[in-house]
């Protein structure tokens, strides 16, 4: 919706009236223009075009997902790095069910941007390792799902990995 750097301006501007408002006496205008410019420093780390694609992702409703991702026009200018990131990951996962070629492309440059957590990376990586076992590319997904089990510290992606590897000893 805004530019990343209209963001920290618009939180500039307002701690800047928040100030005044202190100087001024208000003291409660002053701590709500605070409140309200936290937001738009929220909003510059974490987009929320994103934010609302993961809500939709969650629901299982890969469309709507979609919808809100095709609103990023420019993601390289109008997103951080790690949001970047992010962007190629929910790529990632909705091209993995009709396009591999497509999908494996983002979730390498999601993992070569950067994602925030270690439950992510696994998953970026179960994804890719799946993709390569369908490819007959027993090696790369070996090597995946190993380092997908390494990050997979609470054991949520564990069922998955034993499944896959299971399908690996069967190529």
């Known amino acids: ?10 939180a500039g501007l307002i701690i800047a009236y928040a100030v005044f408002q202190f100087i001024e006496g208000n003291i409660g205008n002053g701590i ?13 780390y974490r987009n929320e075009i994103i934010l609302l694609a993961f809500l939709k992702m969650r629901k299982q409703d890969m469309e709507g997902t ?3 991702l095709d609103k990023i026009k420019n993601p390289d200018a109008a997103l951080t790095t790690k949001q970047n990131g992010y962007y190629n990951y929910l790529n990632g996962i909705i091209f993995s069910q009709t396009n591999l070629t497509q999908a494996e492309k983002f979730f390498k440059k999601a993992l070569k941007l950067g994602l925030n957590m270690d439950y992510d990376v696994a998953m970026a990586k179960l994804s890719l390792a799946g993709i390569a076992m369908q490819k007959r590319r027993k090696r790369e997904a070996t090597l995946l799902l190993n380092e997908a089990k390494k990050l997979d510290k ?11 590897q299971q399908q690996l000893k069967k190529i």
């Open 32 to 44: 709500f223009l605070l409140l309200l410019s936290s937001i738009f420093i929220f909003l510059y």
């Open 66 to 68: 979609k919808k809100w």
């Open 154 to 164: 609470q054991n949520m992606l564990a069922d998955q990995i034993k499944m896959m």
């Open 1 to 10: 919706m805004f530019n990343k750097n209209l963001k920290l301006v618009v």
